[in-house]
């Protein structure tokens, strides 16, 4: 078992500590830093970056080939930790010596220690893990914070003060991962980059918040009937739809490429996407035609048969509704030469 101690809270020693521990290759890109590694010890990736108001993000899209332990000192400041497991899980205990508690496919996790407590964090060896880490620093010992967000995260996880460790685990939330996946598609750099990825890093956050709200005063964990293999499958599902949505698709194919019944696939798409699975696949038809009449010389018509839509006039009222333009307008917006016969 190899055992990583994180004992800073600035981004760039961070790293250093990363790389110091895990080898591979670090870049930097205005305050956003990427190891990658590929070596005898693990294989993968992990990303970060730091934002105003003391907010810091990491990402470990990781595949490490021996046991690993990461320490991370809560020395200096109080902070709350949102987490969240995109894929495989790992175990959080308060100190080496504390209980372990396990971070499940698609779950979240807020978690605030005392200070000079540790938060250890447990990677199981010969198992892709991807898990997102942002932390909020927050002074107790002000009665008011500089920012709303840190005001009420103060109110809602220190109310003793700091005095005692705060662990919740929530319900799985597919929503929460599709804004990851809107996080690692933003491919802008500097300084636009860097703002787009923090205003969606804010939205996460709301999101986990309000995980917490909803399980603790409106739903019971057994609100979401749905089991972890059941969410995997409508994501796995989901992503399929969005890679090709111009198929044919029918609820019948649908629900039997998935396993599941027609009403329980109705069902975790209102729960993760809030569409029925028919706006869904129009949804994501309307969005790849949106990035066709973008970057491709096919007229209208021409991108409205590929997209699987059988009537013009329906495809520009959908376009219309979600973009306030004409297909034709849109086009002739992002490229005044276009032929958009």
């Known amino acids: 078992m190899k055992i990583v101690t994180i004992q800073s809270e600035k981004i760039d020693d961070i790293f250093e500590e990363l790389k110091l521990n895990f080898g591979g290759e670090l870049q930097i890109d ?51 930790y949102f987490a969240y497991c995109s894929k495989g899980n790992l175990l959080h205990s308060f100190g080496v010596s504390g209980t372990g508690r396990k971070l499940k496919n698609y779950q979240t ?7 000079n407590k ?11 893990t991807k898990f997102n880490l942002i932390t909020l620093g927050i002074d107790v010992s002000k009665q008011h914070q500089k920012s709303f967000l840190h005001q009420k995260i103060k109110e809602t996880f220190f109310e003793d003060a700091n005095e005692k460790e705060f662990f919740y685990l929530g319900s799985y939330n597919l929503q929460i991962a599709e804004k990851i996946e809107q996080l690692e598609a933003v491919n802008q750099t500097g300084v636009v980059g860097n703002l787009l990825k923090e205003g969606i890093l804010r939205i996460i956050l709301a999101m986990e918040i309000q995980q917490h709200s909803d399980d603790l005063y409106h739903f019971s964990k057994d609100t979401n009937c749905l089991t ?63 990035i066709l009449i973008r970057t491709s010389d096919l007229n209208i018509s021409e991108i409205v048969y590929c997209i699987g839509f059988t009537s013009r006039s329906y495809f520009s009222k959908i376009f219309k509704q979600k973009f306030n333009c004409s297909p034709k307008d849109y086009k002739s917006s992002t490229n005044p030469l276009a032929i958009t016969a």
Not at 65 to 70: G, H, L, R, S
Not at 118 to 128: A, G, H, K, P, T
């Open 30 to 80: 205005l305050d956003e830093y990427c190891l990658q590694i590929d070596n005898d010890f693990a294989k993968g990736s992990i990303i970060g970056a730091s934002f105003n108001d003391t907010i810091t993000y990491l990402q470990f899209d990781m595949l490490f080939y021996d046991k690993i332990t990461v320490n991370i000192l809560n020395r200096d400041a109080s902070s709350v």
């Open 109 to 115: 996790a807020i978690i605030s220690s005392k200070k």
């Open 118 to 128: 540790n938060n250890v964090l447990y990677f199981d060896e010969n198992r892709s």
């Open 228 to 290: 972890l293999k059941e969410m995997e499958e409508i994501k796995e599902l989901s992503d399929f739809i969005k890679s090709c949505p111009e198929e044919a698709f029918t609820i019948k194919n649908l629900s039997k490429k998935s396993g599941l019944s027609p009403n329980k696939l109705q069902e975790g798409f209102k729960l993760i996407h809030n569409r029925t699975v028919n706006d869904y696949i129009t949804h994501m038809r309307v969005v790849k035609a949106e």
